[in-house]
């Protein structure tokens, strides 16, 4: 059986309902009022994420779920760092989440980013009907979209592996918020991966970005490391990396992608995995057949409905130090002269009935294992 370092929601749940109230606690005292009660413990110290967390729970909840937590919270294999301020979460690789190389693929993986930032955002209290949303956003009509994604693979687990996601969420400018990720194998405690996005603040109703407020800010901001915290604190590494636009005539293509009825989210559009899928379909066959991806960074520019047409556009991205190889239109993936293994494209996803640009990116390949 895995043992966990941190604690998990039974044994903080447990915790917590010894405890009572006590008005305002540590750094909130000088925040608004808001519905949050604060917390003491006569028995065991709480930080302040958890007194947030053990109020959330016990105001105008069941007290059953509030002694016990959720039934999900209860079988989830992961909880809260005992800083409170990041979440982690261990999952095993299931046999539906492996593609072609015996491998989780990376919509596997985008998908896992994604389950694991939104079970910690309802660990401490958020996102009961929605991605992340507090209660202020949910009062406005306010979700959380997909600005940027940024995703890294060093080594890809295998069916029935079991791995290790830690995230946390931090500011970002004024309209936007940061989520990060960093991948582990758990049997070896080796990180296998890295993630980092940026996220905006849209109206529900008018589908326009709006300004993050105060408000808002004050609800999750104390569920952030106080002090910047990066999944890739190398400077001038590849998350920062601004991604060109593909011209025409373009090399590889796919047209005519059609969203299905699976791919919408409750936030009511495309689901930002799904753009992972279609960005891949314009891949040249001979680069999926002998190299795995490493590397992938989308720009998300527009939202993506249910009727929308896409067309998926790629080729190859000319690197400092690359030629080109094939002739007569065959394979022409980018090389470097110091790693005759690597190929770089750039890729477009548009709609197909005005060209407005719906998603651009970048990825980088890799030869597969022997």
């Not at 065991?44 to 947030?52: C, D, E, F, K, Y």
């Not at 967390?53 to 919270?73: K, N, R, T």
């Not at 593609?99 to 998908?111: D, F, L, P």
């Not at 001038?236 to 373009?250: A, G, H, Q, W």
Request: hydrophobic fraction near 35%.
């Amino acid at each position: 059986m895995l043992k966990f370092s941190y604690c998990n929601a039974t044994d903080l749940n447990q915790a917590l309902v010894q405890c009572r109230f006590a008005g305002s606690f540590g750094p909130l005292s000088s925040r608004r009022r808001s519905p949050r009660a604060a917390v003491s413990c006569s028995r065991s110290n709480l930080t302040p994420i958890q007194a947030v967390l053990s109020c959330q729970q016990q105001v105008g909840s069941d007290p059953v779920e509030s002694e016990l937590g959720s039934l999900a919270d209860r079988l989830r294999l992961g909880g809260l760092t005992e800083d409170g301020l990041s979440y982690k979460e261990k999952f095993i690789i299931r046999c539906y989440e492996v593609g072609i190389n015996k491998t989780a693929t990376i919509e596997t993986i985008a998908n896992l980013l994604q389950e694991v930032g939104g079970n910690h955002a309802q660990s401490v209290g958020f996102s009961r009907d929605g991605f992340a949303t507090s209660p202020t956003m949910r009062k406005l009509h306010l979700i959380w979209v997909t600005a940027r994604m940024h995703i890294e693979v060093y080594k890809y687990p295998a069916w029935s592996d079991v791995i290790e996601i830690e995230t946390w969420c931090q500011n970002e400018g004024r309209i936007g918020t940061r989520r990060d990720w960093i991948l582990k194998d758990v049997a070896t405690g080796e990180v296998i991966g890295r993630a980092t996005s940026k996220w905006v603040m849209m109206n529900e109703d008018t589908r326009r970005l709006q300004k993050v407020s105060d408000d808002v800010k004050e609800e999750y901001l104390v569920f952030c490391p106080r002090e910047p915290r990066l999944a890739f604190p190398e400077e001038n590494n590849k998350s920062l990396k601004k991604i060109s636009k593909l011209e025409d005539p373009v090399q590889y293509s796919r047209l005519g992608l059609m969203p299905r009825r699976a791919d919408l989210d409750m936030n009511q559009h495309v689901n930002n995995v799904t753009y992972i899928g279609w960005v891949l379909e314009s891949m040249p066959e001979e680069i999926i057949d002998t190299h795995e991806l490493q590397t992938i960074t989308l720009d998300y520019r527009r939202e993506c409905q249910r009727d929308d047409v896409v067309d998926s556009l790629t080729g190859p991205e000319l690197a400092e130090g690359s030629k080109i190889e094939g002739t007569n239109g065959s394979a022409t993936a980018i090389t470097r002269e110091d790693d005759l293994d690597c190929h770089q494209f750039l890729h477009l996803l548009r709609l197909s009935s005005d060209g407005q640009e719906i998603n651009r990116g970048r990825t980088e390949w890799r030869k597969k294992p022997t």
